[in-house]
């Protein structure tokens, strides 16, 4: 089973800086399989990018997802206040699992 | 409006059970695989397992494997979780959520219905 290791576990960031989110897999996971979800507290989460690196519906560009094989990236180039939140990663096959999150907080 | 509503949530004793369900709207259900997920209080994310349009594939976490089943019906739009020899680790918020159809991932999910597994 394919396990998904994020990091950091928590950013720490202004508005306006950019933020690089990791997701590493235990092993290779066919870029069309991997995708990100951003939470915020009391909600439900909410599909961002999926194939890695296309976006959902109505998702403003200032996020892009990139990578291939063990290694994508979350980037949010410019933090806007709304964007602070926990981001999960989650491959996609008979299994689904999701990774730990990782915390965007307010610097 | 696309919408996910679930319901059957609520407090049961250890080794107990409960049957949660998913009422869709707004969309072609039968069209769609769909999913359970579930969060425990200040937790990360947790798949729990998923069906396919006709019910032909369904998969299940090894956490929950032998005692959850998952099931739809098409005809009412619904989807179920039946949730058997619960424990107190299953506590958490049970969200459902679709597949999209021409990719990979969940892009919509219900508010999500509280369980809680307590003596």
């Known amino acids: 089973e394919i396990v998904l290791t994020q990091s950091p576990g928590t950013l720490s960031l202004s508005p306006g800086e950019r933020a690089t989110l990791s997701c590493r897999a235990s092993?290779?996971?066919?870029?069309?399989?991997l995708a990100w979800y951003q939470q915020k507290p009391g909600q439900a989460p909410r599909l961002l990018i999926y194939?890695?690196?296309s976006r959902a519906t109505g998702i403003p560009d200032r996020f892009s997802g990139s990578g291939s094989g063990t290694d994508f990236t979350l980037t949010i180039s410019r933090l806007e206040p709304e964007d602070f939140a926990v981001y999960y990663c989650?491959?996609?096959?008979?299994?689904?699992?999701f990774g730990q999150g990782t915390k965007v907080e307010i610097k | 409006e696309v919408q996910l509503v679930e319901s059957g949530g609520g407090l049961v004793k250890p080794g107990g059970s409960l049957r949660l369900s998913c009422a869709a709207s707004?969309?072609?259900?039968?069209?769609?695989?769909m999913n359970w997920v579930r969060q425990a209080p200040g937790k990360g994310l947790e798949w729990v397992s998923s069906?396919?349009?006709?019910?032909?594939?369904?998969y299940y976490a090894d956490s929950v494997k032998g005692r959850f089943t998952i099931s739809r019906d098409n005809a009412k739009n619904s989807l179920y979780l039946q949730m058997n020899s619960l424990r107190a680790e299953d506590t958490a918020v049970y969200y459902c959520?679709?597949?999209?159809?021409?990719?990979?991932?969940?892009?919509?999910w219900g508010q999500g219905t509280m369980v809680t597994v307590s003596s």
């Open positions: 959520a679709r597949d999209g159809v021409d990719f990979h991932a969940f892009d919509i």
């Open positions: 707004g969309f072609t259900f039968s069209s769609y695989s």
């Open positions: 069906i396919s349009s006709s019910s032909s594939y369904i």
């Open positions: 092993q290779s996971v066919s870029s069309s399989y």
């Open positions: 194939g890695a690196s």
């Open positions: 989650q491959q996609y096959g008979s299994s689904r699992p």
